[in-house]
């Protein structure tokens, strides 16, 4: 498996595998790592050698940002989009220029790391800009008067405002994606499936919340209708004749006014625990 050797992909694809009970050897932070329990190895690549790397076989998978797998076309299968990683591409220009459309870009410089992308966006918009392919430091390009305008990853926007830039067009929306190889080995697939089955396990639990409480069994039809499960709640017998505990699971964004209606129903020893891994 390749992954980005530096940065927040980085650190996120770790924190993962870590998540996934893959545990990778990175003490001497060689280029190629040992998981210590399961048939895997990571490479460590830049991310744009990435999807490459994937295509030709020398990594069965990768996990990589969409946006290098669009740049640069490299026929490999997107398996899983992961749900982190998130950002935009998006053009912007020096704040003090007045912004009408983006026939704006006509016969202007854009500086860019990803050609391909902006290419293919102007030619939709029918734009005849002037594309400058530059590998880093895009943001300081109008400053120093390598061009008019840039097309760069966005994240808070905090890098333009402070380079005196304004994001005027938001163009490619990217996040990390797991690809392989479209030629990948029927042994090897299964490890695949394993560790997609892993991280959907994984990525099912972020957001969530485990509840348990005790209530009167009168009352268990009405709060099975306000918290439903994954299939319906679990409900077990007290020692206390009449009552039983009920088990859930709910997502956080609902969790206080389900709590809320819960202790109008009548639930009582209410206790909300994290979660780190739920399997279908």
């Known amino acids: 498996m390749a992954i980005q050797a530096k940065g927040r992909l980085s650190e996120e694809s770790t924190q993962l595998l870590n998540e996934c009970g893959l545990s990778v050897d990175q003490s001497k932070r060689k280029l190629l790592a040992k998981c210590e329990d399961f048939p895997l190895e ?3 690549l830049r991310d744009d050698d990435i999807p490459g790397a994937v295509a030709t076989g020398v990594a069965d998978v990768g996990i990589v940002g969409m946006n290098e797998v669009v740049e640069r076309g490299y026929d490999v299968n997107v398996v899983h989009k992961m749900g982190f990683g998130k950002c ?4 912007a220009i020096p704040k003090g220029e007045e912004y009408s459309g983006i026939e704006w870009f006509s016969g202007r410089r854009v500086a860019t790391s990803y050609p391909v992308i902006l290419s293919n966006f102007f030619r939709e918009k029918g734009v005849n800009a002037q594309i400058h392919q530059i590998a880093g430091s895009v943001e300081v390009a109008p400053s120093v ?3 008019d305008a840039i097309f760069d990853i966005v ?4 890098t333009l405002i402070s380079n005196g830039l304004k994001e005027v067009e938001k163009v490619f929306w990217s996040e990390a994606a797991l690809i392989a ?3 990948i080995t029927p042994e090897k697939n299964a490890i695949v499936e394993q560790l997609l089955a892993r991280f959907e396990a994984v990525e099912r639990s972020r957001g969530m919340k485990y509840i348990l409480m005790n209530l009167p069994q009168n009352m268990i039809e009405g709060v099975s209708a306000l ?3 994954m299939r319906s709640p679990t409900v077990l017998p007290l020692a206390q004749e ?3 505990s009920m088990h859930v699971v ?6 206080w006014p389900k709590l809320e209606k819960l202790k109008l129903l009548g639930a009582e020893g209410i206790l909300v625990l994290s979660l780190d891994k739920m399997m279908p």
């Not at 935009?88 to 053009?91: D, Y």
């Open 242 to 244: 009449g009552w039983c």
């Open 181 to 183: 190889n479209n030629n």
């Open 155 to 158: 994240s808070s926007g905090g």
């Open 250 to 255: 709910v997502a956080e964004r609902e969790l």
């Open 227 to 229: 918290l439903p499960g």
């Open 145 to 147: 008067g390598m061009a």
């Open 42 to 44: 990571v490479l460590y």
């Open 88 to 91: 935009r591409i998006s053009l």
